[in-house]
């Protein structure tokens, strides 16, 4: 098992061009969550999607867009870079327990987004 | 969105017990608490999962007082690789890390 693929790893773009992160789990996981990472920071939650076919904002959503696209993928769409998302972006997934529990989340190894 | 507060820094010696104490007064009755280790470069890692008392698994216990509106994570016996930022979280579904505790284990 792969665990969550991210790509790419690395990327730089330029201020104004569009990108998409890729994301994929073969956990068969319910929930799926991307996270951006700046220098010295903690995580911050941009976007979630508890089950397939749902999205939803988390602390940090203003310039991205996220598609849900099975159970598996979870996409993060930049629609025009700014220097401001230069970070590092985690995607992770979990299962969903009984009670609204969520289960230990599984991070993929990161994409290194710079914007110049 | 769920907030927790937790120490920002934390000073050790290879060796001893480290308790890192994280706060959560608004916590809801279904949250459950997590705690996560991270590496730099690294995504982070799972350590323990707990609701209400004591867990222990092989690496940490958890802590949770009967209000839950704290838990403590216990780290027995530190080495050196435990040199990490550790984050306490809280909640079901919209999980966020707050700035986390950067543990400095030394020789």
């Known amino acids: 098992n792969a665990g969550v693929t991210q790509t790419p790893k690395f990327q730089v773009l330029k201020t104004g061009q569009s990108m998409t992160l890729q994301c994929a789990q073969d956990m068969n996981h319910n929930s799926m969550y991307w996270y951006r990472q700046d220098p010295g920071m903690g995580l911050r939650l941009i976007y979630y999607?508890?089950?397939?076919?749902?999205?939803d904002k988390g602390e940090v959503p203003n310039g991205y867009n996220v598609s849900r696209l099975n159970k598996r993928e979870f996409s993060l769409r930049l629609e025009s870079a700014a220097p401001s998302q230069t970070s590092v972006y985690f995607c992770?997934?979990?299962?969903?327990?009984?009670?609204?529990?969520?289960?230990?989340?599984?991070f993929g190894e990161g994409s290194r987004l710079t914007v110049l | 969105l769920a907030k927790t507060t937790q120490p920002i820094s934390m000073d050790s010696y290879e060796g001893q017990e480290v308790n890192i104490t994280c706060s959560h007064n608004n916590i809801a009755t279904n949250d459950y608490i997590t705690w996560y280790q991270q590496f730099p470069s690294q995504g982070p890692r799972f350590i323990i999962q707990g609701y209400k008392t004591k867990v222990t698994n092989e690496v940490a216990s958890l802590f949770i007082p009967a209000d839950r509106k704290s838990s403590t994570l216990s780290l027995p016996r530190v080495s050196l690789s435990d040199t990490a930022v550790y984050y306490c979280?809280?909640?079901?579904?919209?999980?966020?890390f707050g700035s986390g505790t950067r543990l400095q284990v030394q020789p």
């Open positions: 992770a997934s979990s299962e969903s327990r009984g009670g609204g529990q969520t289960g230990e989340l599984f």
């Open positions: 979280l809280r909640g079901r579904r919209a999980l966020t």
């Open positions: 999607s508890a089950s397939e076919g749902t999205t």
